[in-house]
């Protein structure tokens, strides 16, 4: 059974930080990209960054310059570092893996974690 399990959303003033994690665990050959999307309530899913095995990336462009997507294969993990959140950040932050099982790519979301920003 693959999972993938996001971790580090929160509360967070304007202008700071947070770390999201999503880690994959399971029976699995490979990972190949890996994505970080949000929803916010009443709002259609959007791609907020994307990072392929080789380690190129892509960003929407309202997070540009912001946020940094990162991933660690030895720790089948993806990061995404937020910095200067704004109130329009708030949101689910979903992870999206596309994996190597056998000879099929397969992809899996995470459950999603809650990241506010506020003062």
């Known amino acids: 059974q693959v999972q993938l399990v996001e971790s580090g959303g929160g509360l967070v003033q304007p202008g700071g930080s947070l770390r999201l994690s999503c880690a994959a665990s399971?029976?699995?050959?490979?990972?190949?990209?890996m994505d970080w999307y949000r929803q916010a309530p009443g709002k259609e899913r959007e791609l907020v960054a994307g990072i392929t095995s080789g380690g190129s990336t892509k960003y929407a462009d309202s997070v540009k310059g912001r946020f940094t997507i990162s991933r660690d294969n030895a720790k089948n993990t993806v990061y995404l570092q937020m910095n200067s959140l704004k109130p329009e950040d708030t949101a689910v932050y979903l992870c999206?893996?596309?994996?190597?099982?056998?000879?099929?790519?397969?992809?899996?979301w995470g459950q999603g974690t809650q990241v506010r920003v506020s003062s």
């Open positions: 399971g029976s699995f050959f490979s990972i190949n990209a």
């Open positions: 999206n893996g596309n994996l190597r099982i056998g000879r099929l790519d397969y992809s899996y």
